[in-house]
């Protein structure tokens, strides 16, 4: 297969993504052979990121991707799962509309999308993330993340709780 070319097979599926940020074609040879899957993904214009030594170098997403696979990947079910968290990260840091992001805030989006998504990813990244050296650490971010899921099963409740 790695002599094959999109130019010489041709689609016979597309698909959108939920999200609707990718498509996903599968596709065979010309010959009828091999079938492989590609996808068609929107490209971004160049985003900075300011590291904390300073240094600056391109928003990779890829780069997004391999870190909250490798931090806390094992925490969801499928690697789609984690490609929901990349582009929910994604979206919100080019809804920044800033040229040069620092790493800090890319961490801490993460972090929130995280709250939102999968409580047990949630505190794995944030003790890798800030640095935990002790269980009060530990602690600490598991009352922040309780604090959170409490105040928004209050913000999903909306007005629907009477009071006396």
Do not use: C, W
Not at 11 to 29: A, C, K, P
């Amino acid at each position: 297969m790695s002599n094959l070319k999109i130019g010489e097979s041709k689609v016979i599926e597309s698909r959108e993504s939920q999200d609707g940020t990718m498509i996903r074609r599968r596709r065979v040879s010309l010959d009828g052979k091999q079938r492989f899957t590609t996808y068609e993904r929107i490209e971004r214009p160049g985003m900075m990121v300011r590291k904390r030594s300073g240094a600056r170098e391109a928003f990779d997403r890829d780069k997004l991707s391999n870190a909250v696979r490798n931090s806390v990947g094992k925490y969801f079910d499928s690697d789609l799962d984690v490609q929901n968290v990349v582009n929910r990260v994604e979206d919100l840091i080019y809804g920044m509309n800033e040229d040069e992001v620092p790493s800090s805030v890319i961490g801490e989006t993460i972090l929130n999308v995280l709250s939102e998504t999968n409580e047990m990813a949630y505190v794995r990244f944030a003790s890798v993330f800030r640095g935990f050296k002790t269980l009060d650490d530990l602690e600490a971010s598991i009352i922040e993340q309780r604090t959170r899921m409490q105040e928004r099963k209050k913000s999903d409740a909306g007005g629907s709780a009477v009071e006396g």
